[in-house]
């Protein structure tokens, strides 16, 4: 199937996506050469704020009417390919990125990292580095960005981080992550080696790749590759295990970014796996399926059994991404819709409750719940923001991860019936259970020691209401009204569906005749028929 290709010029009247990324580097650039913090903080307020403009720029030209890859721009150079572009699949996870980096600086402003250059630097460089790996449409060019990744996390959790192992916990990320990575790699090579032939050149072009993908060789060994390297970066069970020890012991503002950093799996499947090898795809869908219902429940049921708020929203995070791999793995217009959707809800409101831990973090000096409790009268604000992003990850109606998942369940029954819908209805119920068990344990209830240790008294500051209300507001308006995100998605999600013809074709119920009775093949019909 050929894919329309609109060149930046048609719609931006500059080139826009390599713009978003080098505005972010260049201002991590002029942080790391300022002599003074203030200075520092100015030139990340910068540039994350002009990168936010742009990318409400971005969404405003984008054609969404236009199924296809869109601002596209892509240089030849030294016989190296560049090419970049955004679609359905990744246009929402841009300003998503550039919204929550602005957010967290403004966190920082309330943190003791306020005056610590090389802590906002890297806040820029993460940012840097997402936009240029959701926008990239070369294989090895999304592969660089992902290894440019390991820098600026592993230098804040060391640098900023709250716990007490963070070495420890720096070279267990690298294990898994270098893991995948060098799988990932290798699905890639073989995916551009495999189509080297008389007629075709080495090339890591994924337009390139997508339109030549009939002549493959060894689908299954790259599908293997491929998707066990992305389950370890989204995470998926049983390839966890880094995330809970990194967020008990990284630092929230970097933890912010790192929710849309962990939507790049689920981005890498739908971009790199569903259109290269959807045969293979459609064969392992069982698969996959059974590790998301696991995932699902063992991510639940390990919730409820935290004490540590930050290893508590770790392991929600690993039960919504079971969540949205088996509606990906539906193979139809609903299941993706509602996957991209609901990536994005979810990388918002587990920010909102980041948001909100980190600031009572920073006042007791505690992420313990038996440590917490009573806080609802003094930290109102924070309250509010943990649980209006808690009902947003409970897809309660209002929020986007109603319609999302709404979506997501019907392509699923549509694809694998009522059973596996009704046991992701039951994994919802179990999210619900331990989100508002943690709101209660740290808000309502009374703290089980009689003398708390630390100084929990309320800071009125202007920053944390800033933050509440962008949030509450973002979740509650495209819950609202989630029409305009859909349209963006809509046409990209549909045309993947129309790959494979046995999952994503939607059959109609009735049949399309008033009267009940079976229609007859027309002669012009027929003939036609006879024709073929």
Same mark, same amino acid.
């Given at each position: 199937?050929?894919?329309?290709?609109?060149?930046?010029?048609?719609?931006?009247?500059?080139?826009?996506?390599?713009?978003?990324?080098?505005?972010?580097?260049?201002?991590?650039?002029?942080?790391?050469?300022?002599?003074?913090?203030?200075?520092?903080?100015?030139?990340? /307020?910068?540039?994350?704020?002009?990168?936010?403009?742009?990318?409400?720029?971005?969404?405003?030209?984008?054609?969404?009417?236009?199924?296809?890859?869109?601002?596209?721009?892509?240089?030849?150079?030294?016989?190296?390919?560049?090419?970049? %572009?955004?679609?359905?699949?990744?246009?929402?996870?841009?300003?998503?990125?550039?919204?929550?980096?602005?957010?967290?600086?403004?966190?920082?402003?309330?943190?003791?990292?306020?005056?610590?250059?090389?802590?906002?630097?890297?806040?820029?460089?993460?940012?840097?580095?997402?936009?240029?790996? /959701?926008?990239?449409?070369?294989?090895? &060019?999304?592969?660089?960005?992902?290894?440019?990744?390991?820098?600026?996390?592993?230098?804040?959790?060391?640098?900023?981080?709250?716990?007490?192992?963070?070495? $420890?916990?720096?070279?267990?990320?690298?294990?898994?992550?270098?893991?995948?990575?060098?799988?990932?790699?290798?699905?890639?090579?073989?995916?551009?080696?495999?189509?080297?032939?008389?007629?075709?050149?080495?090339?890591?072009? $994924?337009?390139?790749?997508?339109?030549?993908?009939?002549?493959?060789?060894?689908?299954? =060994?790259?599908?293997?590759?491929?998707?066990?390297?992305?389950?370890?970066?989204?995470?998926?069970?049983?390839?966890?295990? $880094?995330?809970?020890?990194?967020?008990? !012991?990284?630092?929230?503002?970097?933890?912010?970014?790192?929710?849309?950093? =962990?939507?790049?799996?689920?981005?890498?499947?739908?971009?790199?796996?569903?259109?290269?090898?959807?045969?293979?795809?459609?064969?392992?869908?069982?698969?996959?399926?059974?590790?998301?219902?696991?995932?699902?429940?063992?991510?639940?049921?390990?919730?409820?059994? !935290?004490?540590?708020?930050?290893?508590?929203?770790?392991?929600?995070?690993?039960?919504?991404?079971?969540?949205?791999?088996? %509606?990906?793995?539906?193979?139809?217009?609903?299941?993706?819709?509602?996957?991209?959707?609901?990536?994005?809800?979810?990388?918002?409101?587990?920010?909102?409750?980041?948001?909100?831990?980190?600031?009572?973090?920073?006042?007791?000096?505690?992420?313990?719940?038996?440590?917490?409790?009573?806080?609802?009268?003094?930290? %109102?604000?924070?309250?509010?923001?943990?649980?209006?992003?808690?009902?947003?990850?409970?897809?309660?109606?209002?929020?986007? %991860?109603?319609?999302?998942?709404?979506?997501?369940?019907?392509?699923?029954?549509?694809?694998?019936?009522?059973?596996?819908?009704?046991?992701?209805?039951?994994?919802?119920?179990?999210?619900?259970? /331990?989100?508002?068990?943690?709101? !209660?344990?740290?808000?309502?209830?009374?703290?089980?020691?009689?003398? &708390?240790?630390?100084?929990?008294?309320?800071?009125?500051?202007?920053?944390?209401?800033?933050?509440?209300?962008?949030?509450?507001?973002?979740?509650?308006?495209?819950?609202?009204?989630?029409?305009? $995100?859909?349209?963006?998605?809509? !046409?990209?999600?549909?045309?993947?569906?129309? &790959?494979?013809?046995?999952?994503?074709?939607?059959?109609?119920?009735?049949?399309?005749?008033?009267?009940?009775?079976?229609?007859?093949?027309?002669?012009?019909?027929?003939?036609?028929?006879?024709?073929?």
């Amino acid at each position: 199937m050929d894919i329309t290709v609109t060149p930046w010029s048609v719609s931006a009247a500059f080139p826009l996506l390599t713009t978003l990324t080098l505005v972010p580097l260049a201002a991590m650039i002029a942080i790391l050469f300022s002599r003074s913090s203030t200075v520092a903080l100015r030139f990340g /307020f910068a540039g994350a704020s002009l990168t936010l403009l742009l990318s409400v720029y971005l969404l405003t030209v984008f054609d969404s009417a236009t199924p296809g890859i869109h601002l596209v721009e892509h240089v030849h150079f030294a016989g190296l390919s560049y090419r970049v %572009g955004v679609d359905g699949t990744n246009i929402l996870f841009i300003p998503l990125t550039a919204v929550l980096t602005l957010l967290a600086l403004i966190y920082t402003l309330i943190t003791r990292h306020v005056t610590d250059r090389l802590f906002i630097a890297c806040l820029l460089g993460y940012e840097t580095v997402l936009i240029g790996a /959701f926008a990239a449409l070369n294989v090895m &060019q999304f592969w660089l960005w992902c290894v440019l990744e390991l820098i600026p996390v592993a230098l804040l959790t060391i640098h900023a981080g709250t716990g007490q192992n963070r070495r $420890w916990v720096v070279v267990r990320l690298l294990q898994y992550w270098v893991s995948g990575l060098l799988m990932t790699l290798a699905g890639f090579l073989l995916l551009a080696f495999g189509l080297i032939d008389a007629e075709h050149a080495l090339t890591f072009d $994924w337009l390139t790749l997508k339109q030549n993908n009939a002549y493959l060789h060894d689908e299954v =060994l790259i599908f293997i590759l491929l998707f066990f390297g992305f389950a370890i970066r989204m995470p998926l069970f049983p390839f966890h295990g $880094w995330l809970p020890v990194l967020a008990e !012991q990284g630092t929230v503002a970097s933890a912010v970014i790192f929710l849309v950093g =962990l939507k790049l799996g689920i981005y890498a499947v739908i971009r790199f796996i569903l259109p290269m090898v959807p045969g293979v795809a459609e064969q392992w869908a069982g698969f996959v399926v059974t590790l998301g219902l696991i995932s699902i429940f063992y991510g639940a049921l390990l919730a409820l059994m !935290q004490i540590n708020i930050r290893r508590l929203l770790a392991f929600a995070v690993i039960s919504q991404t079971g969540m949205l791999v088996i %509606g990906t793995f539906c193979f139809n217009e609903n299941g993706l819709e509602g996957s991209l959707l609901l990536s994005v809800a979810y990388g918002l409101a587990m920010a909102g409750m980041l948001f909100s831990v980190g600031l009572i973090y920073e006042r007791c000096r505690t992420a313990y719940l038996p440590r917490l409790g009573g806080l609802f009268d003094t930290n %109102g604000t924070l309250a509010l923001l943990f649980l209006i992003s808690a009902l947003s990850t409970m897809v309660m109606p209002g929020t986007p %991860g109603f319609d999302a998942a709404h979506l997501l369940v019907e392509g699923i029954i549509e694809e694998d019936g009522w059973l596996l819908a009704i046991a992701i209805l039951v994994g919802n119920v179990m999210s619900a259970a /331990f989100l508002l068990w943690a709101f !209660q344990r740290i808000f309502m209830a009374n703290p089980k020691r009689a003398k &708390q240790p630390y100084n929990c008294a309320h800071h009125p500051v202007w920053k944390e209401r800033f933050i509440t209300v962008v949030i509450c507001l973002l979740l509650i308006g495209t819950g609202f009204y989630t029409t305009p $995100w859909l349209n963006f998605i809509d !046409q990209d999600a549909a045309a993947i569906g129309k &790959q494979f013809p046995m999952h994503g074709a939607q059959i109609p119920l009735n049949p399309p005749f008033s009267n009940g009775e079976v229609s007859q093949p027309s002669d012009a019909d027929t003939k036609d028929d006879q024709h073929e």
